[in-house]
């Protein structure tokens, strides 16, 4: 095949035209290296004189070793001729994939064909298109670069104005060119017929000395002891082809989707029916009125949908989703910056808004294992190797079994030749001291102990899907928990409202159904994103406490609430119709337009306008330092700081209200154009909403428990540091006398350079008769009433020297990012002595449980499944607190909405691991 080098061509391509190696995604943790090889005629004939000569034996070696096979049989030659790929990954492991040709049938000369920052890197006017496929995920050559490079779609650089702009749908040749490039739209996982498990499992090192095992004891007459082992080693193969197959069909179940059709636009408002499989990036897909299950992901571009996203991330809240807006400032369209615009597979959309006769519309961003729900599923299929020490042990203690064994054969041996033995007899003799050292059923009771293990961890409640964990439960020496949901309850009590006028704090309100009218009570009679599903109010139970609290109603547009638009907004109002009647019209508050909480900006807002008012205003409610940034500095208390550590301390959750009024000349359709950042700031803040959030009853007995067991106890939280230290102590996760260090980490500045404070907090009470009464009660023999409250009075710089084993570090997430950039010899650190992480963002608790990792730490983490989606497939056993089984958000799926399935899961490992290390005593 032939490759014309173009004079633009730079110097790098035309070297990696000659190159036979290739690293993609370099320094990720899905680094490959990729070698190319082809035929070689002479070592193919070499190869089958070799297979006969060993009697099938080389094919055995090769099917352990599938690298041996390049290197006996094929020629490196460069990529671009390459027939066959050899992939290392980071970890050393190899595979083998063959290179496969697509021929297009026809040009297309549509103006899209060719390759920009905004379609994919295949050029669509080539006739044939080269590539291979690894873990799922297409790797293409590129003709211009000569090159393997990732299959991209329009996840990648696409801006948000060049999705509206650019996207009105494919026609049927454009879909047909690109379905051929990226695969059928389609999850598949391939469930093995019980013979090729069998022959799989059977191929296993284990079990061909087990086969020779039982040969040769056959031969020297030992009958029932080989048909012992030979009924115990069909009962352990029966039992794991039938655990394997299960597992992969109940996989299958759990991520496949019904075979079905949706309405696709060819442009021009011309609309055709085709089977989802067929589905790419590119099509605009009408979602239907009565919902649906989503087969690929796709952003919202007209229309509105609420959707329930327990299958991805294990909480049953269900969350509006929202049209991805133009914005003026040409901003790159990411899935993770805009979920609240983004449908993704495996999600179900349980209601459509649309206005009049217009229909719901998305773009295909993503199809098949690309999409949210695939990445997911690749993870499971293809696990991140974790180190088990246990397993490396355990290869290690049979290496050295096998040298003992070796010594023995060998002084047999010598001493049989000398006796003058019979040849048969000394071949029996030697070889039998091999079975005599190996225990000869390890790979049954591997088998059995991890199989018996999640049958049990089933019947209590907890849902695994990937068994080797089980064995990692075992060895957990440090565990990690979410806060909100996991160690306290997930509902919310309304404790009151501290309300702010002229830059000062007013008494607190108590009863917020009696709070008069204002901004305060307009913030929390809009600022939320409830919806109304099947005539009942859903969405956060935060915001449901909070609205509710006030006793006013929501009615959203439409009568059967399905229809919207931003001409009909949802409608807030009082309860009773005399509440703050004027002489023109009833109060109502009409919510135009929604700026979606997210995790980054730990905020959200909306912008409103009264029936009675010429102008609309902005309300905004978030986490309290966030919205104090984003409000005049006049309008903030000078004892904003000790207010709300005066309420954070004891647990309760502080919410910030801000509000502003926007300019009379913004219109109606100015507003859903508009950036958020052009009017979140500049705000008047409105005072604290505290909500009281109590632990869970189980939280404290199962956190003495491990206490006990030495295994160490880690809060991630994205809630305020003063509160989740609050909930640390009370939870006996930080003991009564222990001292908490809060670190404080600053990025540099113009002024100086960044720079990290160790702080110690000293507490308010009596703590210095701790060590007078009850001197000899252990930490959790003191009850909850008996220890002190704790509140700041000052901050006392210490140095890392003073910290002992009775010092606990609490870091928030900002301060973790500037340890993380700038002070990494800190980490090390920061991981080990660190028992309260708040204000983490998603992101910082994956990196939090990597770092633990890295230091050889056996992680477990415990979290709702909402944000600690991430932090749960990296540890080594996450359980996700679920209602749903069917989640794919964590190994393992727990139905007790409590942490008592930790210590569950623990015992469970910890049996399984009695049973293998019985086979080594």
């Known amino acids: 095949m032939n490759h014309p080098i173009d004079s633009r061509d730079s110097v790098s391509a035309l070297n990696n035209l000659l190159l036979n190696r290739i690293t993609l995604n370099k320094g990720g943790e899905d680094q490959l290296e990729c ?67 697509y021929i297009q049938e026809q040009e297309c000369d549509d103006g899209i064909s060719a390759p920009s920052e905004n379609t994919d890197l295949v050029s669509y006017n080539d006739t044939t298109v080269r590539y291979f496929d690894f873990h799922h995920v297409r790797y293409i050559w590129d003709k211009n670069q000569h090159i393997y490079k990732i299959l991209e779609d329009l996840s990648c650089g696409v801006k948000c104005s060049a999705i509206h702009d650019k996207y009105h749908g494919l026609s049927e040749q454009e879909q047909a060119e690109r379905i051929g490039i990226h695969g059928p739209n389609a999850i598949d996982i391939e469930v093995k017929s ?61 991520v496949s989707t019904v075979k079905s059709n949706i309405t696709v636009c060819r442009g021009n408002d011309v609309y055709e029916e085709i089977a989802t499989a067929k589905l790419v990036p590119g099509d605009m897909i009408v979602i239907p009125t009565h919902g649906c299950i989503m087969t690929c992901d796709a952003v919202l ?71 949210a729900k695939g990445e997911l599923v690749r993870a499971i299929l293809f696990p991140k190797p974790l180190g088990f020490r246990f397993y490396q042990d355990a290869m290690r203690f049979i290496l050295f079994l096998l040298v003992v064994a070796s010594c023995g054969m060998v002084y047999s041996l010598v001493n049989y030749i000398r006796e003058g033995v019979s040849t048969t007899e000394i071949i029996l003799r030697v070889l039998d001291i091999i079975t005599i050292v190996v225990p000869p059923a390890l790979p ?54 501290v309300p702010v006028q002229d830059a000062s704090f007013y008494h607190p309100e108590r009863d917020v159904g009696n709070l008069s009218q204002g901004p305060v009570l307009l913030c929390m009679a809009s600022c939320h994103s409830l919806t109304i599903i099947d005539g009942e109010l859903t969405g956060d139970p935060l915001d449901l406490i909070m609205f509710n609290s006030i006793n006013w109603v929501l009615e959203e547009p439409g009568q059967d609430s399905s229809k919207y638009d931003t001409i009909m907004p949802t409608i807030v109002k009082p309860c009773r119709k005399d509440n703050f009647l004027t002489d023109e019209a009833p109060f109502e508050v009409g919510i135009v337009r929604q700026f979606t909480f997210s995790s980054s900006m ?56 801000a509000y502003r009024p926007l300019e009379p000349k913004i219109t109606w359709h100015q507003v859903q154009r508009i950036s958020r950042d052009k009017v979140e700031r500049d705000m008047t803040f409105l005072g604290l909403m505290v909500l009281q959030n109590q632990l869970k009853p189980q939280t404290t007995p199962v956190m003495k428990t491990l206490k006990k067991a030495k295994i160490r106890t880690v809060m991630v939280t994205g809630d305020m540091i003063q509160t989740a230290i609050s909930v640390a102590r009370n ?23 960044a720079k990290v404070e160790w702080e110690s907090a000293e507490l308010q009470g009596e703590d210095t008769t701790w060590d007078d009464q009850d001197s000899n009660n252990s930490e959790s023999e003191i009850s909850d009433a008996q ?85 749960l497939k990296a540890a080594h056993a996450g359980i996700s607190l679920s209602e749903t089984e069917a989640s794919v958000a964590a190994p393992f799926t727990s139905r007790i909405d409590n942490i008592e399935c930790v210590l569950t899961a623990m015992r469970e490992g910890r049996a399984a691991l009695v049973t293998v290390f019985a086979c080594f005593i």
């Open 301 to 371: 571009v007209a229309g509105t949908c609420i959707v329930n996203e327990s299958m991805l991330t294990g909480e049953s809240v269900p969350v509006t989703k929202t049209t991805l807006s133009q914005q003026n400032d040409e901003e790159i369209y990411l899935p993770e910056n805009h979920k609240r615009h983004t449908l993704f597979a495996g999600t179900h959309v349980v209601q459509t808004r649309y206005y009049g006769h217009a229909k719901v519309k998305a773009i295909v961003i993503r199809t098949g294992y690309n999409t």
């Open 444 to 497: 049954a009771a591997m088998t059995v102990g991890t199989v018996y293990a999640q049958s049990r961890l089933k019947k209590k409640g907890i849902f695994c899907i990937s068994p080797p964990r089980i064995n990692f439960c075992g060895r957990i020496n440090a565990f990690c928990f979410d806060k909100t949901g996991t160690l306290t309850e997930d509902g919310l009590d309304m404790w009151g409202v």
């Open 602 to 657: 730990q905020r959200m807002s909306v912008i409103t306008r009264s029936l009675t008012d010429n102008f609309m205003e902005i309300y905004c409610k978030g986490a309290p330092e966030k919205v104090i940034s984003l409000c005049k500095p006049d309008s903030v208390p000078e004892n904003f700081q000790t207010m709300l550590h005066k309420y954070t301390v004891q647990g309760f959750r502080v919410i910030a209200l």
């Open 35 to 101: 070698y190319g090889y082809k035929k070689d005629t002479l070592k193919d004939i070499v190869f089958f004189l070799l297979v006969i000569l060993t009697c099938g034996l080389l094919l055995l070696i090769l099917y352990w070793k599938p690298e041996l096979e390049c290197y006996i049989r094929r020629r490196k030659c460069p990529l671009y001729k390459a027939k066959i790929i050899l992939i290392e990954n980071h970890v050393g492991q190899f595979t083998v994939t063959a290179v496969q040709c």
């Open 787 to 871: 220890r002190p409250l704790l509140e700041v009075k000052s901050y006392q710089p210490i140095s890392m020297e003073e910290l002992d084993s009775r010092t606990h570090l609490a870091i928030s997430g900002r301060s973790f990012s500037v340890i993380t950039n700038y002070f990494p010899h800190l980490m090390p650190r920061i991981c080990v002595k660190g028992t309260v992480f708040a204000r983490m963002a998603p992101d910082q608790k994956y990196q939090l449980i990597e770092n633990l990792q890295k230091l050889d730490y056996i992680v477990g983490m415990c979290g709702d499944g909402a944000n600690d989606c991430e932090a």
């Open 194 to 254: 019980y013979w090729r498990l069998f022959i799989e499992e059977v191929l296993n090192p284990f079990y061909i000395f087990q086969i020779a095992s039982i040969v040769l004891w056959g031969f020297d007459e030992y009958y029932y002891y080989a048909s012992c082992i030979f009924a115990i080693s069909v009962v352990s193969i029966c039992i794991s082809l039938y655990a394997t197959r299960k597992q992969t069909v109940t996989l299958r179940n759990m």
């Open 731 to 753: 939870c006996n996760m930080v003991g009564p006398r222990d001292q908490v260090i809060i670190v404080k980490a600053t990025p540099p500045t113009k002024d100086e350079g």
